[in-house]
């Protein structure tokens, strides 16, 4: 996947990852929003890792991803939906 530059603006990659660049902070997610600190995700602003660990639930549960827009480098919308059974 390419890196991020103003011919190819920030989007969710093929690997449903999401990148978003303001300056020099930027941050990468799964395509669901969550970030994993065994990947190479979260916020991150002058190359440091400030946000390494990241996920929503509700009601202990977790979402389930329907899709993520980019309509700017710096701004992302989540649709996501509740889980309909708790995990094992």
Excluded: I
């Excluded at 930027?26 to 970030?35: H, L, W």
């Excluded at 946000?51 to 991803?65: F, H, I, M, R, Y």
């Amino acid at each position: 996947m390419p890196g991020w530059n103003v011919e190819n603006s920030a989007a969710p990659g093929g690997s449903g990852t999401v990148t978003l660049v303001q300056g020099t902070s930027f941050s990468v997610s799964a395509g669901n929003g969550d970030m994993s600190a065994s990947k190479p995700q979260g916020v991150f602003f002058q190359d440091t890792r400030y946000v390494s660990d990241w996920k929503l639930t509700v009601n202990g549960l977790p979402v389930e991803a329907l899709s993520a827009t980019v309509p700017e480098p710096f701004h992302a919308v989540f649709h996501r939906k509740n889980s309909s059974t708790r995990p094992c």
